[in-house]
């Protein structure tokens, strides 16, 4: 699990990255997508996505990988294409293919992946028109569908594993990160009584806004390796490359204290460094550790599966009707352009013919060209949908 964490990229280097990637590949249009368990690349690009072009593609992505790096992720890459691309990137969106089948924080992942990236200019009409779908097909699914009754979250099943320990209800929180999987932990955790938080953020506002909803304590995180207050629990999901929960800072913060602690890390990469379970009495609970309690889940819903299924199948065809309605549209679009240069043409060739006609007999012509102008551009728009829609029928 933890080797996904070579994929992710630290929020400030995205940009940089992520326009590089693209650029260097001549790839049309790029989504990156990272979760807590799943790193997604979606793009359009005319390549062939063969073990060559990924080769390419992962030296590019971080061009400090060794050849054992690029061997590795060619090995365990997931590839899709055409119609799967457009079924995985549904039954991921719609939570079929989770962690936690029916939990519903990954359609905002999506979406804020998306926003994102279109913020950078790195998607353009075909992802647009793709995510635009991707949305509607997972409230489909959670609308229509029993997937998401009951629904489990990783939040909520690291609270399940946490209530195990009997854990004391004056436990003593650290919570590294104010993200939303560490927001919704937090929200959780208070509605079930606990009161004693003390939020770190890399950015202080947002820890003070998370504190604040807490009824908590607010510090940047630069001040982590300085507290001294003690804690039982420490909640961690930064979007950091490297451990934040550094075996020095880990020190410092149990001081004297002995006794065992637990750590809820649901960080991909883990924010706690690996060697602190070997010097220190830890009971760590991490993503990799919640994957029994998923597998329970998804029998639980498995049911529902067919009925997800339909709609997905479904909407893999309207999607594709969408496309072909829109590169109608962007074919058409020079209609107007044309209609234009022609009407132009047509005021020089019949120059002297206008200048003998009175003001009102030219508002008359103007009228009846504007009007045909006007039917040359949606007259033959209307046909090609017509004609589309008539094809899909018959299909």
């Given at each position: 699990m933890n080797d996904i964490g070579k994929l992710h990229i630290d929020e400030n280097d995205v940009k940089s990255r992520l326009e590089g990637l693209k650029q260097s590949l001549n790839i049309d249009e790029l989504l990156y997508l990272s979760t807590c368990n799943r790193v997604e690349f979606l793009l359009s690009a005319s390549s062939k996505i063969d073990t060559p072009f990924l080769k390419?593609?992962?030296?590019?992505?971080?061009?400090?990988?060794?050849?054992?790096?690029?061997?590795w992720a060619i090995e365990n890459a997931q590839v899709f294409e055409n119609d799967d691309a457009l079924r995985h990137l549904f039954n991921v969106a719609s939570s079929i293919d989770s962690l936690v089948v029916g939990e519903r924080e990954i359609i905002t992942q999506v979406r804020n992946s998306y926003e994102k990236c279109n913020e950078l200019g790195l998607t353009g009409d075909l992802l647009r028109i793709a995510v635009k779908k991707t949305i509607e097909v997972a409230k489909d699914v959670y609308t229509h569908t029993n997937i998401a009754k009951n629904p489990v979250s990783v939040v909520s099943l690291a609270y399940r594993k946490l209530r195990a320990l009997n854990v004391k209800q004056d436990a003593r929180f650290l919570i590294v990160g104010s993200g939303v999987?560490?927001?919704?932990?937090?929200?959780?955790?208070?509605?079930?009584?606990?009161?004693?938080?003390?939020?770190?953020n890399r950015t202080l506002h947002n820890a003070q806004k998370l504190a604040n909803e807490l009824?908590?304590?607010?510090?940047?995180?630069?001040?982590?390796?300085?507290?001294?207050?003690?804690?039982?629990?420490?909640?961690?999901?930064?979007?950091a490359a490297e451990s934040i929960i550094?075996?020095?800072i880990y020190k410092s913060l149990v001081g004297s204290d002995k006794s065992k602690k637990v750590v809820i890390d649901l960080a991909i990469p883990n924010d706690l460094d690996?060697?602190?379970?070997?010097?220190?009495?830890?009971?760590?609970?991490?993503?990799?550790?919640?994957?029994?309690?998923?597998k329970e889940n998804?029998?639980?819903r498995q049911q529902e599966m067919d009925a997800c299924n339909t709609i997905i199948e479904q909407n893999i065809e309207e999607f594709k009707?969408?496309?072909?309605?829109?590169?109608?549209?962007?074919?058409?679009?020079?209609v107007p352009k044309k209609v234009k240069e022609i009407r132009e043409?047509?005021?020089?060739?019949?120059?002297?013919?206008?200048?003998?006609?009175?003001?009102?007999?030219?508002?008359?012509?103007?009228?009846?060209?504007?009007?045909?102008?006007?039917?040359?551009?949606?007259?033959?728009?209307?046909?090609?949908?017509?004609?589309?829609?008539?094809?899909?029928?018959t299909k």
């Open positions: 390419k593609f992962f030296s590019a992505f971080d061009p400090t990988w060794k050849t054992t790096d690029i061997t999987t560490n927001t919704t932990m937090g929200k959780y955790l208070k509605k079930h009584k606990f009161a004693n938080f003390t939020v770190f009824n908590g304590k607010a510090f940047p995180l630069s001040e982590l390796e300085n507290y001294k207050e003690g804690f039982d629990i420490i909640v961690t999901c930064t979007g550094t075996p020095a690996s060697e602190i379970l070997n010097n220190y009495d830890v009971n760590l609970i991490a993503v990799n550790n919640l994957q029994e309690v998923a998804l029998q639980a009707q969408i496309i072909k309605t829109r590169k109608v549209e962007l074919a058409m679009s020079e043409t047509a005021n020089e060739v019949f120059a002297k013919e206008l200048k003998n006609l009175d003001a009102e007999s030219k508002e008359v012509l103007d009228k009846i060209l504007a009007y045909m102008e006007k039917k040359y551009i949606s007259v033959p728009m209307k046909m090609a949908k017509d004609i589309l829609i008539e094809d899909a029928k």
